[in-house]
């Protein structure tokens, strides 16, 4: 990488200082050498362990030479090559041994090759570290030239006790009771949080809850035991506790509203984070009523204030939700003809409202709804459809592959669409997609825009939320087997909430803006943001 | 603010008469403290900063200058007074503060003594919206033998049907023996909405209630309902399931007060709508049926929950009292001899005088209470400023205020009353000494 423009004249070390002495400019890998020699001293002086500097004179010396003489880039490391991690600055230059150096390395004394990693992987590190502290200056103009760096919330790291310390810290400064995570967590999932549904956020507040609005303590509650469930339920439910914080809401002196209420509005949703992780489309909710407030005129009476922003919350709402689902329901009539055999995975508001739509217009078809454990959300699915008069068929998804072969389309609804094209939905989704895919059955995904997120992912481990692992435990004929999984020291009861859907196996998403491949989501996203 | 709590301390004792003829019900000492503090210590604990204290002008004469009845709690207590001879149910003492009340309340009786965890109940009343929210306790025997009783008799108590859902939390069917005249009747409306019921009979009403400002002012509105526990509750549970809540176009006035929707009910029914939850399965209806009016309950089976409200309860709540809070069972003020026999389940007051050569076993002394020489006190209740004379011998008794027991006298399961004398060498067995 860093070693563009190979120079083939043996740069020694006398090279170099003859470079610097008359004042030439230092090639890359000159100022690079430089560099290394700098920390390497300081490093010796570090370091007690004299076989250690020695080797590491030693490997200086080796290196010089193969920067110089060899080509790099064709000559792929004959050494084990350590793991370069990232960096936003050019790392040292892999150290390819080339078959001429054969035999001068003959002459110094046999190093094993996990010594020699080690050497290396340590001078990264101290290297790493005095770059970061040295070039943070160089770095900070460049970083000033470009756009506004968007926000991306922090990955979950429930592992990492530092991370954990500074949301101890926030949570305390914001008056808002830590919550804290419940039995075993599967090791690969063990960033995440994991709470009981028994031990609500509640219990650690004062009963007549002053520091938290009412309105949001509900909500908190009706999240955490799951009363509220469902994307776009869980964003209406958010913006009318906000419109209630609102109309309570008074400016103290000497303060503005823009300014203030925003203020205001943390400790609310780190209250509401605690009780239930927010998921995408809250995300993009609040984002949007922070911009609003903070949009609010300074010379704005706070009657008219007020009353904006409670406008502007039914616009939203009205918009994004309502006129959304509309506007979905109308594309996606024309995808479902008569005759069809329609796959639903799970519960989606949307996805119902659809078919309900399509059985209104007297397209004559039948729907197989799949559910799955513990959730078991399709059995509200199906009553509501079956309300309305659509046939219904219902399964388990251990059995969608039998089902498969009878059906003629699959609508799935999505939590959020992630900015690769991803969809990020309930999990099992995934699994329908695939198996879907295997049958050469079309997947339409309807999701609406507000839902669309700037995140990226490719796998559903990095984030993604864990409900209470005791929802898995079942009583059958009066037992329990379960009952007393947390004795079993090696058993771990793991409880996935969402996963994500690679577009592949997604044929269309139809969206308010109109029919999309899964691919186009960035170019909506982008669109939006110059709208906004 | 979110809920504003009351505490109901006007009530008589009308069950325990010998008691509370002379020191009113919210006084009466239990482990040495008022028992009007253990709801107050019980709303301070989970956070309340007020609470509006109904009572009588007597109570509120004692707890401002009685140093013996010192209510030492942090909170602001704002006491109303209402007649005492008035025949004033609950319900109407809540109508007479109905300007105060601002947001929702939780309605608490002054002779529960608890350590539930209050969020539960109040929980249940944020999560689902409810009208009501009530707490109840799977109650358990006394086994203690009542004073004055002669023998194990034990007074017909009027049983309450309670009628629970599958989840035990929503509140069906709630009736009182005595208003139910040839059986039990439940109307198949409920039966079709909520097709297992489960019937309890052994619950202990805690008297603590979490009810929407909404009822506060369609009591206003109703003068016929004195009672909460009486007459309130059963009202709010039978409407529930009544046609008249649950169709689009509501007649009946007083209803509609009840069914105040909030400023946003379009968005909140969107939300409902939008969620995919059910609190209920099997039949085509939505969450809750649909209705509107909503009563949940919370059932505890472990931990304290007790009602003061009977001797025998009195005595009960003296031996568990004690565990609720930290102070330490002798009173450093006290004067103890130290050829005393105290067993560690004994709580003495303050400035009290032990004389040498007593012995006292689980009982407690009041303030100020002395005890003269050679006495023996087991299983006893001894409120406060008594005399005990020498070699007296006082067993499962309770003696009250200001009474004084001669030498050598003898009692066995007895209830002295106030400023009672009991004769040297007096024998008393299983009897009311009382004016």
Redesign the interface.
Known sequence: MADSGVTDEPGTKDDVHRAKTEGKELSKEEKQRLRKEKKQQKKNKEKKDEKASHESEKKKNKEEKPVSAAAPASQPPTQPSTQKAPSAVPAPAPVPVPVSETPALADKPAKTKADLKAERRARQEAERASKQAATSKPKAPPNELQPVVKRLPEHVQVDNPGVLKKLAKKLERQQIPLRLDYGYKVSLFSHLHQYSRKA?L??Q??????VIH?AI??LG??YS??????S???S??L??AF??VI?DYTTPPNEELSRDLVNKLKPYISFLSQCRPLSASMGNAIKYIKKEISNIPSQCKEEEAKRKLLSCIDCY?DEK??LAAKAIAKSSIEKISNGDVILVY??S?LVNHILCEAFEKNIKFRVIVVDSRPRL?G???L?RL??RGISCTYVLISAVSYILPEVSKVFLGAHALLANGYVMSRVGTSQIALVAKAFNVPVLVCCETYKFCERVQTDSFVSNELDDPDDLIVTRKGKTQLEHWQDVPSLGLLNLVYDVTPPDFVDLVITDLGMIPCTSVPVVLRVKNVDQ | ?????VLMAAGGGSRMTDLTYNTPKPMLPVGNKPLMWYPLNLLER????EVIVITTKEVQKMMATDPKMKIDVKMKLDVVCIQEDGDMGTADALRHIQQKIKTDV?VVSCDLITDV???EV??LF????ATLAMLMSNAHEFTETVPGQKGKKKTAEQRDFVGVDQSGKRLLFMANEADLEDGLSIRKSIMRKHPRMHIKTGLVDAHLYCLKKAVVDFLADNKSISSIRGELVPYLVRKQFSKTTNSPKIKDDNLKQLLISS??EP??Q?????????DH?GD?SEAYHGGKLRCYVHIIDQGLCCRVNTLAAYIEANRLAPKLFEEPAVHPSAVISERCQMGSDSIIGALCQVADKTSIKRSTLGNSTTVKEKVKVTNSIIMHGVTIEEGCNIQGSVICSNAVIGRGADLKYCLVGNGQRIEPEGEVHSHKHTK
Request: overall charge positive; aromatic content about 2%; proline content about 4%.
């Open positions: 609500p509640t219990q507040l004062s009963i007549p809850s002053t009412p303590v509900r509650l009706q035991q799951g009363i509220v469930a469902g776009n339920a869980r209406v439910a913006l009318h419109k209630q109309r709402i939700i309502i799970g519960c508001s959300e059995r509200e699915a009553r079956v309300q | 603010m979110e809920l504003q709590a989970v956070g309340f900063e939780l965890a209050l969020h109040v929980d944020r999560a689902h919206n400023r946003d968005l909140l969107l939300a409902q709508e939008r969620s995919c939850w059910n399965r085509m």
